[in-house]
């Protein structure tokens, strides 16, 4: 599976020590299948931190690997729990 990663910086090696907290999504490295999207995040971290650089990170992700050892939770759609896992993390309370 391809990955990408947008940001002001390339990104050889993720390491999630370095992540920001009470994010959307909660602590963690935030990928994307969708190149566009990336790119266009790319964009607004160089806006927001007034710099000249974006970059796009590519990952070739091993799934066989990788998803044994994952914690995955998936929504279908935008709902009231999907709602609430956002809330939660913006607020640094786990999910559970």
Not at 7 to 23: A, G
Not at 28 to 42: I, L, P, S, V
Not at 61 to 87: C, H, M, R, Y
Request: aromatic share 12%; with cysteine.
């Amino acid at each position: 599976m391809i990955l990408y990663h947008g940001s002001d910086v390339k990104v050889e090696n993720p390491r999630l020590e370095l992540s920001r907290k009470n994010l959307d999504f909660g602590t963690g490295f935030y990928t994307t299948e969708n190149k566009n999207q990336a790119m266009e995040f790319a964009q607004k971290v160089m806006i927001r931190k007034k710099q000249d650089n974006q970059a796009v990170s590519c990952y070739n992700f091993n799934t066989e690997a990788g998803f044994p050892v994952l914690s995955i939770l998936e929504f279908q759609s935008p709902d009231k729990t999907w709602l609430d896992f956002v809330q939660q993390n913006r607020k640094g309370i786990d999910y559970g």
